[in-house]
Structure formats: C-alpha cells, structure tokens
C-alpha cells in the first residue's frame, strides 16, 4: 500500500491501525472503542488512501505540509486510546454474553419508546436550546433515541437476524438526518454498524456484505449530503415541521441527482476534504512556535475553568469561542465564524500542540484517555444488565470518542456530561430493573411457600 500510495505514511498509518484494532477487539460486547479509534485513525489519512485508491488528490494535500500533522495526529490518537486501554480493565479476548441479564422489556415497548423519541426530538432541541443553562444536560438525554436504536437492532438481530426490519429502520434514520441542519445521518449509521459488529459471525460471508453494504451507504450518504447541503441550508428553518423539511429534501434530491460523473467526482473530493480534518491544524503547526507562539497551557486552562463554572451555576458566562477563531488565529487563515453560523474544526490534537508543542501535548491527552477509560470500567461495573449497558456504553462512548476534529472544551466538556447523565440514567434503570424482578421474585417465593404450607395444612386435616 506505501508503494501504491508513493507515501511511506500509509504503511505506517496500516500499522496504527493494526496495532489499535489488536488490542481494542478485546473490548467485551460490541466493539465501539475499536470503531471510534478506526473512525478517528480515518479523519487522519483519509486523504492518503483516497488518492491511492483513486489517483485523486485533495487540494489540501498540494497546499500544506500536511506530513507532521499526520505523524501528530496518529500519535494524538495512540496516546488517547492508550490510556484508554490502560484502565478499562480488559484482561481477555472474550464477549459478553447478551443473553444473560436482558431487559424484561419487550420489543414493542422499546420500539413505542423509539417511535416517541424521535417525536419529540424536534421539540426537546429548541428546548434545549431556549434554555441556555441547561441545553448540554438536554441535548444529552436527546441521545436517549440512540440508545432505543441499538436496543431495537440488538433485538431484531438476535437469535436471528431480521435484515430486511434493520434496513428499513436504518434508511428511515437516514432520511431524518438529511432533514437536519448538521449531518444527522452519520450517527445511526454507526450505532446500527456497531450494534450488528456485536452479534455478526465474522467467519460467515454475509457479515461482510451486511458490513459491506454500511460502508457503502456511510459513503453515498456523505456525498450526497456533501452535494445538497449547501442549498438545504440556505434554505433552511428551524420552525418548519420534520415533514416540511423532509419535502424539501425529497425536491433538492430530484434536482441534484442528475449530476454529470465529474461533478459527482467533484463531491467525492470535497467529502474527502471534509472528513480529513488534517488541513488547518497542519497550517498551524508551520507557524507555531515560528510565527505564533505557545499558549503554554492556556487553552487547557480555558477547558478547566469552563468545566468548573457551569452556566447553571453562573449564567452571566460568556460563551465559548468557536473554533474559527482558533483557526485564524493559529493558522492563519480567515475562515467564516460564528457571524455566519459556521465553525471551522480545529481539534483537541492541533489545541495540545499549540498548548504544550511536541512531545508534552502528548501527555494530556494520554491523562484524558485514563479518566475515559477508568470511567467506562465504572459504569460496565455498576450496570448488570448486559443489554442495557452495552447500549448506553456505545451511544456514550462513540459520542465522546470517535472524533478527531472535536475541540478540549467539547470532549472533556460533553463527554464528562454524557458519562455523568446517560450514565446515571442507565445505572438507575439498571437498578429500577433488578428492585423490580427481586420483588417478583420474592413474591413467587412467597407464594409458593404459602402453597407449600397450604398443602400441607390440608392433608394434616384429612
């Protein structure tokens, strides 16, 4: 592949990626930290593997030094999933077995769940919005619907796979996403991909056109999406209803679809250009320290001080500064910002290096995968049912871990809210659960102990 690719980086980056997937595949259940390290590792060399593949280079690879920024990437992306690894508390290549300690809750409750969730998430996002001091703690438990998604697949995969139910459901999640504002669709995609990765026999040679058929979509999604957003978006409003704005879609699709082979080229390399979040971290690293000094830790400080005052607690907060302004400022490129309602991502491995430059940036990193990782081995051991902590543990910790071009203050930030909410939700419905059955399973003891004496009482007399 570095021959093909003519750059010794995507051999490297094919080690990374073995290594990662050799020791992360002995998560038990469903396997999502190897999936947000392979989605991560893909946000890194994207462009390198596109332009092997197909001979096509991304603008971007011709208009930075784009090398050290990858080398930086790919050892950001060791150093989080490293730490992660060290304290999850994975001994063995084993998987959980999922049907032990499943839900008592049928499958049309948790798909009349479902059904409700997506209702209401229209609804619960101008909520959640509408109030500032809580819209992180709202937008979280919008994640909810995610969690029914994986415990609808789970079911409807096992004991036997209903393919035709999962497509249907995974299809109509892809049209509600394109009805969005952000690409929505991406999301279930990979909570349906990885709830299947969980139950799939890899050795059968349907899993890997099942997989197969994912990947596809994930890409054609992308670049369709890559193709109509721009006029989904300038026409875009907030107050018109999910049908309204699925009608909208539905008219731009017929519209575009009919593109010329170079147009559609055209959009394949723009998604690429989009998923390889290497660009303006690659410009920020040849001006700093040269031209833009280190922050010396400030950003990092920032992320703890935004962590410790929240806006529940001090409203008069200012908001956080949209990663466009990091992107002017560090790489020197003046990209549209929140006057436009449009953010250019910088990520947490460009913020570290300009914090801390090379080799401590590293380190912080390396410290956030130890507490991600400590916190998975708590929540895995304080939820007993298997089904309903594979659940929330996916929807967590894809959330919080799967990308690369997500800033300190969003992943610390988010991820310390999705963990402490999701996860106290789903240790107290574990817990709910198990009072529940113990109380059942009292009463049948009880009833059955009243039944002995009762029969005894009776032959006694006789």
């Not at 994640?143 to 209903?162: E, H, I």
């Not at 910790?397 to 690369?404: D, G, K, Q, R, T």
Request: net charge positive.
């Amino acid at each position: 592949m570095s021959l093909l690719a003519t750059d010794w980086l995507a051999g490297l980056s094919l080690i990374v990626l073995w290594l990662g997937w050799k020791y992360l595949s002995r998560e038990p259940g469903p396997p999502v930290i190897a999936a947000a390290f392979t989605h991560q590792w893909l946000q890194v060399t994207v462009a390198i593997f596109y332009a092997a593949i197909t001979g096509r280079r991304v603008i971007q690879m011709d208009t930075s030094d784009y090398r050290p920024m990858v080398l930086i990437g790919l050892g950001a992306v060791i150093a989080l999933f490293a730490g992660f690894y060290l304290t999850a508390g994975w001994r063995a290549r084993t998987r959980a077995n999922a049907s032990v300690f499943l839900l008592p809750v049928t499958f049309s409750t948790i798909a009349i769940a479902y059904v409700t969730s997506v209702g209401a998430a229209g609804w619960l996002s101008t909520f959640a919005w509408a109030h500032p001091g809580l819209t992180q703690i709202i937008l979280v438990l919008a994640l909810v619907r995610y969690v029914l998604l994986y415990l609808l697949v789970r079911r409807l995969a096992t004991p036997k796979l209903r393919w035709g139910w999962i497509l249907l459901l995974l299809l109509s999640e892809v049209a509600i996403g394109f009805g969005g504002f952000f690409a929505d669709f991406r999301q279930p995609i990979a909570i349906v991909g990885i709830a299947l990765l969980g139950v799939v026999n890899p050795r059968k040679a349907r899993t890997w056109v099942i997989l197969g058929f994912l990947a596809a979509l994930a890409i054609a999604s992308g670049v369709v999406w890559t193709a109509l957003k721009p006029i989904l978006r300038r026409d875009y409003e907030y107050s018109q209803s999910d049908t309204g704005r699925l009608s909208n879609v539905a008219q731009v699709a017929s519209l575009s679809l009919n593109k010329t082979e170079d147009a559609w080229l055209f959009h394949a390399d723009t998604t690429v250009s989009r998923i390889w979040t290497i660009y303006y971290p690659a410009l920020a690293v040849a001006r700093v320290p040269s031209v833009v000094p280190h922050e010396n830790g400030a950003l990092l400080a920032f992320v703890i001080r935004h962590l410790l005052t929240p806006r529940f607690l001090f409203p008069d907060k200012p908001d956080l500064p949209s990663d466009s302004d990091k992107v002017r400022k560090y790489s020197g490129v003046w990209v549209a910002g929140r006057e436009t309602k449009t953010s250019y991502a910088f990520g947490y491995a460009a913020e570290s290096y300009v914090d801390f430059g090379i080799p401590l940036m590293f380190f912080p990193i390396f410290i956030l995968g130890v507490l991600l990782g400590a916190a998975y081995k708590l929540l895995t051991s304080s939820i007993r049912h298997v089904e309903l902590r594979t659940a929330a543990i996916v929807v967590v910790y894809w959330s919080v871990m799967s990308m690369f071009e997500t800033s300190w203050v969003m992943m610390v930030g988010r991820g310390l809210t999705q963990i402490v909410v999701l996860g106290v939700t789903a240790v107290a419905a574990d817990r709910l659960v198990r009072r529940k059955r113990d109380e059942e399973a009292e009463a049948r003891r009880v009833y059955a102990s009243n039944s002995v004496i009762a029969c005894i009482g009776q032959s006694v007399s006789v």
